[in-house]
């Protein structure tokens, strides 16, 4: 009796088995589960975001083309491999779907490891909400400034990587170990917004002028930056859309931004002579936003200080000056000790940071105390810098205040989440280093 009833477990499971993959297979193409090939698909890399003077979106999107002929070579080093194409619209969906009609495929932005805001840019709230929502962003994509247009960035062509979407993504993660850039990741700033009132920083990037480029055009990006102004018509002008289709790319019109009109489809031997340059990028600085609006620049300094009070530096390289003679430092943050308490009605926020270092040169211990004193005092400049910056003239909490407060006295917290402004003015930074030789 227990065999036949065995036998008849196994018979009913055989069946239910069949049944549950063929449900699984016969899946068809249509409705939440529609399947789509990626030959029709754009993969984007990045997505520039600028305004127009008449309060539009100016949206550019950069992908990946691959230049090379034959499956052993599907990239050709020796050319740019990225294409871009813009449209303007009244909204980011509407510019980006004015993409797809001109590409004639959909947009993936599921790959985006980039969001780039050009300096016109002067309101975060339609682009967060259009990001926080739309489908298939990664929280994980890296958010920052330009002191230019975003589609002037993208559009420029390098040769050295396989993509400028890739070189800069780099180039964030390198600055933020070493501190010249503090975390940008989108889901970041989503968190900063959502618990300072609409304030966060994001990195600038910017790139090294061409060589050939007239020294008035050389010192453009190292005047005054004010974030909120749109480029004029001539600037903006300068770049024009590269339109993608059967593995090649060519340009919607005779301009480029960088590499000179049809360089991608010159013959072999270097192409144009402006395409065969490299022109590199570089964080400098960081924009405060505030109110979900740019308040102000840092500088590079400020954004070290900055780093070493928030998240802590892998590894910056530190003057230090010994007698007469100025040596340097590695500096590492190794532990952060934050004390919250209340004086005379002030807040005050006691920080204490241990940081390491490796000596570029053979001292003695007298001398490497010496000198671990010396690189203190300057990452204590900084951060005070720092402070001063954010703190005592923007009045903007990107110290992560309202975290401390939350965790320490709750009451405060409170009064802070109704009035961050008059509480943020009684805030008082205190901080001490503690060299570890």
């Known amino acids: 009796m227990k065999r036949n009833r065995v036998c008849l477990k196994k018979l009913l499971i055989i069946p239910v088995c069949v049944l549950f993959i063929f449900s699984l ?21 990045a997505l520039g975001i600028d305004m127009t003077k008449d309060g539009k979106f100016e949206v550019t999107l950069q992908m ?25 619209a009244e909204t980011i969906p509407a510019a980006i779907e004015q993409c797809e009609t001109d590409l004639g495929k959909k947009a993936f932005l599921g790959h985006s490891e980039l969001i780039l805001l050009g300096k016109s840019v002067t309101d975060l709230n339609p682009i967060l909400d259009y990001f926080i929502n739309a489908e298939g962003i990664s929280l994980g994509t890296f958010m920052a400034y330009t002191d230019i247009t975003a589609k002037e960035i993208l559009n420029i062509k390098v040769t050295s990587g396989t993509y400028s979407a890739e070189v800069l993504k780099e180039i964030f993660e390198e600055s933020q170990k070493n501190g010249t850039s503090t975390e940008c990741e989108l889901i970041r700033h989503i968190d900063n917004i959502e618990n300072t009132n609409g304030t966060t920083v994001m990195p600038i990037i910017k790139k090294i002028k061409n060589d050939k480029k007239s020294s008035n055009e050389k010192e453009d990006s190292s005047s005054d930056i004010k974030f909120g102004e749109t480029e004029d018509d001539k600037s903006k002008n300068k770049s024009s859309n590269e339109k993608v289709g059967g593995g090649s790319s060519g340009s919607e019109s005779s301009s480029e931004t960088e590499g000179g009109s049809g360089g991608e489809e010159s013959g072999s031997g270097g192409g144009s002579s402006e395409e065969a340059e490299v022109t590199a990028f570089y964080i400098d600085g960081a924009v405060i936003v505030k109110d979900k609006k740019p308040k102000s620049v840092m500088s590079r ?123 943020l003015k009684r805030v008082d930074i205190n901080v001490s280093i503690n060299p570890q030789i």
């Open 25 to 45: 297979s016969s899946c068809n193409a249509t409705g939440k589960y529609k399947k789509r090939d990626i030959d029709e698909k754009i993969i984007v890399h």
């Open 64 to 88: 990946l083309v691959q230049q090379g002929t034959g499956s052993n070579t599907p990239i050709d080093p020796s050319k740019a491999n990225s294409a871009t194409v813009s449209q303007v």
């Open 301 to 423: 300094d400020e954004v070290i200080g900055l780093s070493f009070l928030n998240n802590g530096v892998a590894e910056q390289t530190i003057d230090a000056k010994m007698g007469d003679t100025l040596t340097s430092v590695s500096a590492a943050s190794v532990k952060k000790q934050t004390g919250v308490s209340m004086k005379n009605d002030r807040i005050v926020i006691d920080v204490n940071l241990t940081i390491a270092y490796e000596f570029n040169k053979t001292f003695s211990y007298k001398e490497q105390k010496e000198t671990g004193q010396k690189a203190a005092e300057r990452i204590h400049s900084l951060c005070q810098e720092a402070i001063d910056k954010a703190l005592k003239e923007d009045n903007a909490d990107i110290f992560e205040i309202h975290s401390l407060l939350n965790h320490n006295d709750y009451a405060v917290y409170e009064e802070y989440k109704k009035n961050p402004e008059e509480i």
